[in-house]
């Protein structure tokens, strides 16, 4: 790789210089800002970039090159850059790719070995496998009555992932299934279930508060599966938390899933899981696959946080098709979006 590095006034200025200089397949490495004064003293403040452009060979992309510790090194540094940039935190980051640099070589028998960009972003996502935990999907038995929760925040898609698994229960598996909500602060989210329910013909109620509950879980009947949908609640507001784990607490839940949008940021998805945390989450489900190009970012916060193992992933808006169990090849496929170049111009 040929790397360089930008001065300018600010960041804008920076880019266009590499784009200039470099092309626009040049990738950015590190960014900081300097004074050109002596030793920083009096001087202007100036944006100081560094550009990494991979060197053209007349090899196919994928054929692998012999490459010496030097140049492992640099690349292991540019993966680390990259993680960075896509929201994974330095300490993170860090240990991410240098245990990937690690694993290729005793792959190779700690020698010189064959190497490829592609084989270390490979192990890199057999790095990541390792650190994920993927618990089982909830588990029925005909007789018996599970009661599972679904939480988190607003825009995650908690009532069409309940009405997914309902489906799947009721259709598939031939399961006797009720739905409750307490998500009474949304008339649309209440209407949008009750719809779930009638197509599907299954028992439904409401829950305003906690001393209802008991009554309205009676009324569900013999059922052997109970999912309960809840507002959408911002992980910053204590006391609804807290009303949340009281309704919970009253409907004595056997699981309770953390729902997440796999397009929140890494600082984000940290909040949700320090916020519901009062909720003692049992299991995670991840939504919206479809709808990134990258994981990095939401697993390492899985991941940094101890968060509670994932039982399913969402890949669309398919009531019931878009659903399935965790699994964490699935999720680290999409690691890393398959570029990570310059902006356009404007």
Not at 30 to 50: I, P, S, Y
Not at 125 to 132: E, F, K, N, S, T
Not at 152 to 166: D, E, F, Q
Not at 185 to 193: D, G, K, P, T, W
């Amino acid at each position: 790789m040929h790397i360089r590095t930008f001065r300018a006034a600010n960041l804008q200025a920076a880019l266009a210089e590499i784009r200039s200089q470099m092309g626009a397949q040049a990738t950015v490495l590190h960014t900081r800002q300097v004074r050109d004064g002596w030793m920083g003293w009096l001087g202007r403040t100036q944006v100081e970039v560094t550009a990494g452009l991979r060197e053209h060979s007349d090899r196919p992309h994928h054929q692998r090159m012999p490459l010496g510790d030097n140049a492992l090194h640099r690349e292991t540094e540019v993966l680390r850059e990259r993680l960075m940039r896509v929201g994974v935190d330095d300490a993170l980051a860090r240990r991410w790719s240098q245990r990937a640099e690690q694993t290729l070589r005793a792959d190779h028998g700690g020698q010189t070995v064959a190497f490829s960009q592609p084989a270390l972003e490979s192990t890199l996502r057999r790095v990541v496998v390792a650190d994920l935990r993927c618990g089982p999907p909830i588990h029925t038995a005909a007789g018996g009555r599970r009661v599972v929760a679904l939480v988190g925040p607003t825009g995650v898609g908690k009532t069409t992932t309940i009405a997914k698994l309902a489906a799947g229960f009721r259709l598939q598996q031939q399961r006797r299934v009720g739905l409750l909500t307490i998500d009474t602060y949304r008339i649309a989210a209440v209407q949008q279930l009750r719809a779930y329910a009638e197509i599907m013909d299954l028992p439904m109620q409401v829950v305003e508060r906690p001393e209802q509950m008991q009554d309205s879980l009676r009324q569900l009947g013999d059922v052997d599966l109970v999912l309960i949908d809840t507002a959408g609640r911002s992980p910053n507001f204590g006391a609804r938390i807290e009303q949340l784990r009281v309704l919970l607490a009253a409907a004595n839940v056997d699981e309770t899933h953390l729902v997440l949008s796999a397009t929140s940021s890494a600082a984000a998805t940290t909040r949700v899981l320090q916020g519901f945390a009062p909720v003692q989450p049992t299991a995670t489900i991840l939504t919206k696959l479809d709808e990134t190009e990258q994981t990095a970012d939401v697993l390492a916060a899985l991941i940094g946080n101890s968060a509670a193992p994932l039982s399913y992933l969402t890949t669309g808006q398919q009531v019931p098709d878009d659903i399935e169990t965790g699994h964490p090849e699935r999720l680290v496929g999409t690691l890393l979006a398959a570029s990570a170049t310059l902006p356009a111009a404007a």
